[in-house]
């Protein structure tokens, strides 16, 4: 950068500082004006500061179509791909009112397609107020041409934290969405008490997204600010989350919503004060074996890893990645034998993604494959599979969305 | 026009408020070594942080702001891991805790890997994170909330400030 540059960057930012001041003094005075809001009143409320919304959402549908759900400029936008990503449709967008949409780390918006096409997606919302937000729904029954009004689907009417959503279908006419919930906490504190961590609720529809049911709690006292993960297991929808044991060892749990049989599924021993922002991925194969991949910094282990769950049995913890590259952030997808496992490194100089694939339901494992790289800011990558073809997506700010396939012939 | 107006009507409320601290310093890949410089020969106190979900972050800074009222000069600097975009944001946070005159820094870098690679290479981005620095700088890590009471006992240590 030379000085002309720098000095237009300075310009720039004084601008844009000026601009934000201006917009606070606007907005503080309307919020003098209009007097108390409700809950929903404030999201029509400008954004303050920008984010960055690179995290998107993507799934494959029975046909083999590629879905994309990417937030921007406060808008929500749907396209498709019937080629493997080489084309997508024109964006059609989701919301009808702009929001402030929770699209960077582990916040994202959720896609996934029924059966009968209907598309269904949630993300949360962050609301003025910090730690605040909503869990919003919203879905199409024509095909994506259009969206119904995104609903709110945390039936608790507070102002709290409600985030980390995760979105999963029967394919049927079955979706539950669960997310991390603040209204236990916030309760118990209003009774003069304390209530560790944040509690875990769900909705369920059989309707495809029609109607949903009343809120229903799945788990108190979880970690706070790590994305959970929800598949549809033959059982029912089974969810895993960063779960709080004691007063602050942060291990996984996996729950069943429909029985809520709830089982510890580490034994890492990680105990600490603090947001690790680092939650965990699922997903089940055609045989039904649940498929997991998680991070810790705990007493028995550090770093990335993957079990398999049998019948039950959890097949002991294989190391994903570099540690020296700080190996995180992997999601897994899997359909009939195909598992496929994505994370993100850091090379030292950027970002790589790097992919592991099975053919044989996690038993066996190709070397990790190197499938891209990028110099700035990225998105974690998401691995998708429709048991025969196996792609990773992925975001970055300088490249944006890569459709990456797998070399088929990749060695064993 | 306009923005003559709405400049007048800043303006106005400008002088209306609280002093206000200034904006947080970049923290780019050598900030690191420009601190130790300013603090050669000196302990301090390296707090990790961020303005977005990190309610244990502000735990610790309202201990620490608390310990800043009471301990003039505490060598506390703070460097949050968002974007300098959240300046305005990270300053609101740190005023009513007492800490809007604290050393205070933000993450510059679209890629904080980087920047986390040159505190800390094992470092993956856990919120708060404390170092405590000694006079010849070996450090000491505080993954997860640092206590007062660990704190305090570090301060009579090294015989840090009042």
Same mark, same amino acid.
């Given at each position: 950068m030379d000085a002309r540059d720098a000095v237009a960057t300075l310009q720039n930012r004084e601008r844009n500082s000026m601009n934000r001041m201006v917009s606070v003094t606007i907005l503080a005075a309307l919020v003098l004006m209009a007097g108390p809001a409700t809950a929903t009143e404030h999201r029509h409320v400008p954004p303050v500061e920008s984010r960055s919304t690179l995290a998107i959402g993507a799934t494959l549908d029975e046909s083999g179509r590629l879905w994309l759900a990417r937030v921007e400029d406060r808008w929500l936008w749907v396209s498709s791909s019937a080629d493997g990503g080489r084309h997508f449709s024109a964006p059609v967008v989701v919301s009808s009112v702009p929001e402030e949409i929770a699209a960077n780390a582990e916040n994202r918006p959720k896609i996934a397609v029924a059966r009968d096409g209907t598309v269904l997606l949630s993300w949360s919302e962050v609301l003025p107020k910090k730690f605040t937000g909503n869990v919003r729904f919203s879905r199409s029954t024509d095909g994506g041409r259009s969206f119904s009004a995104p609903r709110t689907?945390? #039936? #608790?009417?507070?102002v709290t934290s409600h985030s980390f959503d995760a979105l999963a279908i029967d394919g049927a006419g079955r979706v539950a969405v669960v997310w991390l919930d603040g209204r236990d906490r916030d309760a118990a504190r209003e009774a003069g008490g304390t209530f560790v961590g944040s509690s875990l609720y769900f909705a369920q529809s059989a309707d495809n997204g029609a109607r949903f049911d009343a809120n229903r709690r799945l788990a108190g006292h979880t970690c706070e600010c790590c994305r959970t993960a929800l598949v549809w297991t033959a059982e029912g929808p089974v969810a895993l989350w960063r779960n709080l044991y004691g007063t602050n060892t942060r291990d996984f749990a996996l729950a069943n919503l429909d029985t809520g049989k709830q089982r510890r599924v580490t034994d890492d021993e990680w105990q600490i004060d603090a947001c690790p922002h680092h939650g965990g991925g699922l997903a089940v194969d055609g045989r039904g074996i649940v498929h997991m991949v998680w991070f810790t910094q705990g007493r028995a282990r550090q770093g990335l890893f993957y079990r398999r769950i049998e019948d039950g049995r959890a097949s002991p913890p294989m190391s994903l990645g570099s540690a020296e590259a700080q190996a995180g952030h992997a999601a897994v997808a899997a359909a009939g034998g195909m598992v496929l496992i994505a994370w993100r490194e850091f090379d030292g100089r950027g970002y790589v993604v790097q992919a592991i694939r099975s053919t044989d339901g996690g038993a066996t494992w190709s070397s990790p494959q190197r499938l891209a790289e990028s110099g700035g800011a990225a998105d974690y990558p998401l691995p998708l599979t429709d048991g025969k073809r196996s792609m990773v997506v992925w975001n970055s700010?300088?490249?944006?969305v890569r459709i990456l396939p797998l070399d088929p012939d990749a060695p064993k | 026009m306009i923005g003559r107006f709405l400049c007048g009507f800043v303006a106005v409320l400008a002088f209306a408020m609280p002093v206000r601290a200034a904006e947080p310093a970049a923290f780019t890949v050598d900030s690191l070594a420009k601190i130790k410089a300013q603090y050669a020969g000196r302990p301090f106190i390296l707090g990790m942080w961020s303005v977005?979900?990190?309610?244990y972050c502000i735990d610790e800074l309202t201990m620490l702001g608390k310990l800043a009222r009471t301990h003039r000069s505490l060598p506390l600097v703070l460097v949050a891991t968002?974007?300098?975009?959240q300046g305005a944001a990270m300053q609101k946070i740190l005023t009513p805790l007492g800490l809007a005159g604290v050393d205070s820094w933000v993450f510059d870098d679209p890629v904080p890997e980087r920047l986390r690679r040159a505190i800390d290479p094992s470092w993956y981005g856990e919120l708060p994170r404390t170092y405590l620095y000694d006079g010849e700088h070996r450090r000491e890590t505080i993954v997860g909330i640092l206590s007062e009471q660990r704190l305090r006992a570090w301060l009579r240590r090294h015989r840090v400030a009042n």
């Open positions: 689907l945390n #039936d #608790d009417g507070r700010a300088a490249e944006g | 977005s979900e990190c309610s968002d974007t300098p975009a």
